[in-house]
């Protein structure tokens, strides 16, 4: 058979095309059936009775994955995901109509106040210690010198009113900065403070976010030396929601 026999009447460069074609195609279904492992099956709330929704391709079959540090083992997709309570109820005007609180969206996780179950632990360093401790536990750790130092100082809320006093701050090992504030508040409580959403003067903080009397009601640590990755998420979602729920006018329309 003479060089190029075959080739002379196939288009390789088509094939080629071809079978490219049909292994993108197989790895996008592939991706999209991993990226399912989480959040899924959906629930339809378009009948009374909740209807799975996992379209196409399916879930796929439940994998194993060991966690670092020896924290065990976990399996996605599980069996069963815990779920938050859901504190609303859909306003009149049938499908697609918007949720309305119907408690403390602040408290109950509603909207922007809504938060993922993360593990209930401490988010650990590459050593394996604490990632997140206050600078009285990191000792290593020092602010700087011509920085304003907010501790002992008055935290006042959008409304001008003091909420707390601030105590002491949280650093960050593994990036060394600090992250929260531990804000001392009524009832001789303690809570975390995210310090994006604060402004640090020499004077004191100001918070626009939430008001004086918010911070009585932010949630708390079990641990007052650790904070574990689902009360992170909750300490963040409970302060960032204010933005909307602090006060009625905020939830309104701006026009």
Not at 156 to 185: H, P, Q
Request: zero cysteines.
């Amino acid at each position: 058979m003479q060089t190029g026999a075959i080739t002379s009447y196939i288009d390789v460069a088509q094939l080629v095309l071809y079978a490219f074609w049909i292994f993108f195609a197989g790895l996008i279904i592939y991706l999209h059936r991993e990226n399912k492992r989480e959040g899924y099956p959906l629930f339809s709330s378009r009948r009374n009775d909740q209807v799975k929704v996992q379209g196409f391709p399916a879930i796929p079959e439940p994998k194993t994955y060991k966690l670092a540090h020896g924290e065990g083992e976990v399996q996605k997709p599980a069996a069963a995901d815990p779920q938050i309570p859901f504190a609303a109820v859909q306003t009149k005007g049938g499908f697609g109509s918007p949720y309305v609180p119907t408690g403390d969206p602040m408290v109950d996780a509603v909207g922007p106040a809504a938060y993922a179950l993360r593990a209930d632990v401490p988010d650990l360093t590459y050593e394996g210690t604490p990632k997140l401790v206050p600078l009285r536990v990191a000792t290593d750790h020092a602010l700087e010198a011509r920085d304003p130092d907010p501790r002992g100082k008055p935290v006042w809320g959008a409304d001008g009113k003091v909420g707390g006093t601030v105590r002491d701050l949280w650093v960050d090992r593994s990036e060394a900065l600090i992250r929260y504030l531990e804000v001392e508040v009524e009832g001789d409580r303690r809570v975390l403070l995210p310090l994006n959403l604060a402004r640090i003067g020499f004077d004191g903080v100001r918070v626009k976010s939430v008001l004086a009397h918010h911070f009585a009601k932010a949630p708390g640590l079990r641990n007052p030396d650790l904070v574990t990755r689902r009360e992170e998420d909750r300490v963040s979602a409970y302060f960032a929601s204010g933005h909307l729920y602090a006060t009625p006018e905020r939830s309104e329309p701006l026009i």
